[in-house]
């Protein structure tokens, strides 16, 4: 069983790393792509690495850059916090036997931020995160090489995650099963037309949050 992590496990704020940084910094809209591709996919050790990218790209200030970068690296760290059910829900599957692992995109600040609430887990777990990895979703190599990792065939795995073109559709052409988890479903009004319109293959099992989820409903879903 594989999870992501970012508003499936953890929350925090609502504006983007990326476009928080664009904001703070005065950085072209258009620098988005950038940013995210830096931030996701780059194993960034510490707010002065990701500071002097920026300074150097963006011709800023290199003191003022990092001052800033250092502040809302720590802040992403703190501001981190578990969604509701979350830690009840891994425990209940540990009772249960059932293996898990972790398939995210995140950044290394957020991912610090889910080893502050999950420490054991984060040393334990297989983790498979995109800024280690220099691969994110949607790319379905990120759930191969999870797969390959794990040892675990298609149609044996199961993904639970909060958005459906990252996390679950991917995990759908593989053959996985899917759980979607609707925790910002302002967030999914494109993928939820499109699923009524029955455009695109529906998830295993749709719940509002991890909260609502349980081994029992995985059971019946999947251990047939």
Not at 2 to 11: C, E, K, S
Not at 131 to 142: A, Q
Request: hydrophobic content about 45%; proline content about 7%.
């Amino acid at each position: 069983m594989f999870l992501d992590i970012g508003f499936t496990m953890i929350g925090g704020p609502e504006i983007g790393p990326a476009g928080w940084l664009i904001r703070a910094l005065g950085l072209p809209h258009g620098a988005k792509a950038t940013l995210q591709s830096w931030l996701f996919t780059t194993p960034l050790r510490t707010p002065e690495e990701l500071a002097d990218r920026l300074s150097a790209h963006f011709s800023l200030d290199r003191e003022a850059t990092r001052q800033v970068v250092s502040g809302f690296w720590e802040r992403q760290i703190l501001d981190a916090y578990p969604l509701p059910g979350a830690e009840s829900f891994l425990i209940a599957l540990e009772r249960a036997g059932i293996p898990y692992g972790f398939i995210t995109n995140i950044w290394t600040p957020f991912l610090m931020g889910f080893a502050r609430h999950f420490p054991e887990v984060f040393e334990r777990a297989p983790l498979f995160a995109s800024c280690r990895l220099g691969i994110s979703k949607p790319d379905e190599g990120l759930y191969r090489h999870a797969l390959a990792a794990c040892g675990v065939q298609a149609d044996q795995a199961v993904m639970i995650g909060d958005t459906y073109a990252m996390d679950l559709a991917p995990a759908l052409r593989l053959g996985m099963k899917g759980v979607w988890l609707l925790h910002r479903p302002e967030k999914e009004k494109e993928d939820l037309v499109a699923l009524l319109n029955q455009r695109s293959p529906r998830p295993d099992l749709t719940l509002a949050t991890i909260a609502d989820l349980t081994v029992e409903s995985l059971r019946r879903l999947f251990l047939v």
